[in-house]
């Protein structure tokens, strides 16, 4: 058993740094040295940084191990830096970096093949590995955003998403009740889904597909960008400051929309799950649309919740890892897929495209369970909780499945929208539908 977890560990960290490969080699090193946005930062220290983690946690704290880079940890401490400060600090060379973090997993995978996976909380179940591959994994999809947000010639290659196979519209009832909301046995779970908790959820309706391009562009149409009514405060502040007319990356283009993605522009497909768009732009067209966002707890529900057993899943479609035909995650296509695309990765609700595609906003801060404890540091969680964030669940196409599951949690400022983000709706029950 202990060999097997220690291939699997193998296995994920190494598809973890194939794709950070391909993310960095891609570009040249004038595109990985350069700051592409200011609430970016640079690939290059994105490079340094997976590697600086590793060896913090892997290397030094796991394995015991010398430094192998003490001197750069403060440059790469995320805590440290703001992202527009980044470039000015006086980082490792592309050249260095891939030196460095060859270095450090060179030692993390010696640290790997020696150590006992069962005497410490730490690394029981390989919790300390899967930890670092699910932060590199993060990081990629970081990275990728990144990519998105360069200008210059296409770089980056996957096959189209594929074809809707179902029709899929309209919304479904989630009847009233408990549900196991977050996760004690999920040996990579982070804290932050931790510990489980039975939640009350009274009876909604939610959006069976995530919300098209074709239906925000109905929104955009009926001056929903123009009209204070359907915004927050916030929301409508923000939209002015930002002069918001669109989702980020549309163009008009005649009567209608284009988009820019990775370098290439084309014009907007009606029945993909709209991409890039904040907080405050998804509650405005739900606001519009007579409906509201789903609270975190009403998305975990209809993800996860099994009415015939009354068990919580692992994923929607039931405990197995996803496959291709569940969802469309791991950057094997550049964009979200149609809606009715994955209908074997729907929950037993018949809610579908819960993971992958695009990050789905919840009306939800992002708050601790009753009972969380910090594991391993204060720094993952705990300093983010009661903050200015929202929380976001699913998954998007640019998330690996090491680094999403139906109990993941992502959470980010209201006003983002680099990244994959989209929504669906919700609304409340009546009394006698529950």
């Known amino acids: 058993m202990t060999q097997d977890l220690r291939l ?22 004038d595109d990985l040295v ?3 946005s200011p609430i970016m930062s640079p690939l290059v220290w994105d490079l340094a940084h997976l590697g600086n983690q590793e060896e913090l946690w892997l290397v030094r704290d796991v394995g015991g191990r010398e430094p192998v880079r003490q001197d750069i940890d403060e440059l790469y401490d995320a805590f440290k830096h703001a992202r527009k400060d980044r470039p000015g600090l006086p980082l490792l060379d592309p050249a260095e970096a891939r030196r460095y973090v060859a270095q450090v997993r060179d030692k993390a995978l010696d640290v790997l093949d020696h150590v006992r996976l069962d005497d410490r909380r730490l690394v029981a179940d390989g919790f300390a590995f899967g930890m670092i591959v699910q932060h590199e994994q993060q990081h990629d999809e970081t990275m990728l955003a990144t990519h998105q947000l360069r200008t210059g010639a296409p770089v980056l290659t996957a096959p189209e998403p594929p074809a809707a196979r179902n029709t899929v519209s309209g919304e479904v009832l989630v009847p009233g009740g408990s549900f196991t909301m977050g996760t004690d046995t999920e ?11 039975a939640v009350d959820v009274p009876a909604f309706y939610i959006d069976v597909a995530p919300v098209t391009n074709a239906q925000y562009a109905a929104f955009i149409a009926a001056g929903g960008y123009d009209e204070p009514r359907w915004w927050s405060e916030r929301g409508w502040a923000h939209r002015q400051e930002a002069g918001l007319v669109a989702p980020m990356h549309w163009q008009r283009d005649g009567d209608g929309w284009s988009y820019t993605r990775f370098g290439r522009t084309r014009r907007v497909i009606r029945d993909e799950p709209v991409v890039h768009v904040s907080y405050f732009e998804a ?6 649309a007579g409906r509201r966002l789903p609270t975190e707890a009403e998305w975990e529900k209809a993800a996860r919740h099994d009415p015939a057993t009354g068990r919580s899943r692992r994923f929607p479609w039931g405990d197995g890892s996803p496959e291709p035909r569940h969802a469309n995650l791991g950057q094997r296509h550049l964009a979200p897929a149609p809606v009715g695309a994955y209908p074997d990765g729907a929950s037993p609700y018949g809610v579908h495209q819960l993971m992958g595609d695009v990050w789905e906003w919840t009306s939800s801060g992002f708050h601790p369970y009753p009972g969380f404890t910090v594991f391993p540091y204060a720094e993952y969680s705990q300093v983010f909780f009661g903050g200015d964030y929202k929380v976001l669940r699913g998954g998007s196409f640019g998330t690996d499945e090491a680094a999403v599951r139906g109990t993941f949690r992502n959470w980010d400022h209201p006003i983002r929208r680099q990244i994959f983000s ?6 409340d029950a009546g009394p006698d539908e529950s």
């Open 422 to 427: 989209g929504f669906r709706c919700a609304r």
């Open 283 to 288: 509650e405005a067209y739900a606001t519009w």
């Open 8 to 29: 699997t560990v193998a296995a994920a960290m190494e598809r973890a740094r194939v794709r950070t490969a391909l993310l960095t080699d891609a570009v040249d090193d």
């Open 34 to 36: 350069r700051q592409h």
């Open 187 to 197: 040996p990579w779970a982070l804290d932050n889904e931790r510990p489980s908790v």
